[in-house]
């Protein structure tokens, strides 16, 4: 079972940033949060993934808390082309376990 | 940017029958795995390749499955004989193995819809 826990939906009205929470209390010290995302039903998409510290991409930023229980992925000015269901996934960078998907958090940007 | 592929897009069976699920993952990759997605339900992990051998398998990747790297560049998921709960959309994804031989990583592949009749 996913290890972490995401609003079920959000919207966000386009241009605005869009701030998706997600809580991992249990998560281990070696375990990295990943954030994927998909667009209907195409291929999950990679975004973001981070230990301990803030992260920024061209896509996206990742906010961790101190205690690393809890995240959130910024996008900084949501379009309509980033609606889609996003995924919080903890993981150990480097071990070579699959990723366990929840149900994510479905976005809708709205014009 | 070097992206994984996957073919076809889609596929029509029959139950019972075979069908192979193709993969080119991204090039200086060595770590595959194949996912599967039932409409409306959550990704799945189906089974993981390195070294041509599976190093990790789902309780859903029974006999009827199989996989292969036929060659350097395909990586494909057999389903022996169809089953109508087979139908759904099979993601295909690959990782760098890291040093130490670990996995960074996962990019996926746009699916294939597989639709049993």
């Known amino acids: 079972d996913a290890k972490t826990t995401q609003p079920t939906s959000m919207d966000c009205a386009e241009g605005r940033a869009a701030n998706l929470p997600c809580n991992h209390s249990t998560i281990s010290g070696n375990e990295y949060v990943y954030w994927y995302r998909q667009i209907h039903s195409q291929g999950p998409q990679y975004i973001i993934h981070g230990l301990k510290n803030n992260e920024t991409n061209e896509m996206a930023s990742l906010i961790i808390t101190e205690d690393r229980k809890s995240s959130t992925l910024i996008l900084p000015h949501a379009t309509l082309r980033d609606t889609a269901v996003y995924y919080c996934?903890?993981?150990?960078?480097?071990?070579?376990?699959?990723?366990?998907f929840g149900k994510g958090t479905r976005l809708s940007v709205i014009a | 940017e070097p992206e994984v592929t996957q073919t076809p897009s889609h596929q029509v069976t029959q139950m019972g029958q075979e069908v192979i699920l193709r993969c080119v993952p991204i090039?200086?990759?060595?770590?595959f795995y194949w996912y599967r997605q039932i409409l409306g339900q959550k990704v799945e992990f189906l089974v993981s390749?390195?070294?041509?051998?599976?190093?990790?398998k789902s309780e859903i990747f029974d006999d009827q499955f199989s996989v292969e790297r036929p060659d350097g560049s395909n990586f494909t998921l057999k389903i022996r004989s169809t089953k109508l709960e087979d139908s759904a959309m099979y993601f295909c994804?690959?990782?760098?193995?890291?040093?130490?031989?670990?996995?960074?990583?996962?990019?996926f592949g746009p699916g294939t819809r597989l639709t049993v009749l």
């Open positions: 996934i903890v993981r150990v960078r480097g071990g070579n376990t699959p990723l366990v």
């Open positions: 390749f390195y070294n041509n051998e599976i190093s990790e």
């Open positions: 994804a690959s990782s760098v193995l890291l040093a130490g031989g670990y996995t960074d990583t996962q990019y």
């Open positions: 090039s200086n990759h060595l770590y």
